[in-house]
């Protein structure tokens, strides 16, 4: 069984710098690509960064690129998401998952966390 497990969210102050991490067990790690997602209240979840297999390749929504740097850990099947300059429109549940390829569609992905809040206060 396939299980994402995040951690690393809270309570930041904005132009905080957290960095959100995902542990996944299961299968594979290295086989799959991983993503990260968030989901404000009233607003459908959208794609933040993705990472494929090897770690070689990467992909950011524009609205954090150049703030965030997503990256992973195949030895320790563990993927991150390093987040820095947040503002309030950065407050939302952020969600891992897991699936064959890189996709910025959370179609994409086959298996899902259970989510870590991220409130960036002013």
């Known amino acids: 069984q396939v299980q994402l497990v995040e951690s690393g969210g809270g309570l930041v102050q904005a132009g905080g710098s957290p960095r959100l991490s995902c542990a996944a067990s299961?299968?594979?790690?290295?086989?799959?690509?991983m993503g990260w997602f968030r989901q404000a209240p009233g607003k459908e979840r959208e794609f933040v960064a993705g990472?494929?297999?090897?770690?070689?390749?990467?992909s950011y929504a524009d609205s954090v690129k150049g703030r965030f740097t997503i990256s992973r850990d195949n030895a320790k099947n563990t993927v991150f998401l390093q987040m820095n300059s947040l503002n309030a429109e950065d407050t939302a549940v952020y969600y891992c998952?897991?699936?064959?390829?890189?996709?910025?569609?959370?179609?994409?992905?086959?298996?899902w966390g259970q989510g870590t809040q991220v409130t960036v206060s002013s």
């Open positions: 998952a897991t699936g064959p390829y890189l996709r910025v569609s959370p179609n994409g992905y086959d298996y």
């Open positions: 299961g299968r594979t790690f290295s086989n799959y690509a």
């Open positions: 990472i494929s297999r090897s770690g070689a390749t990467t």
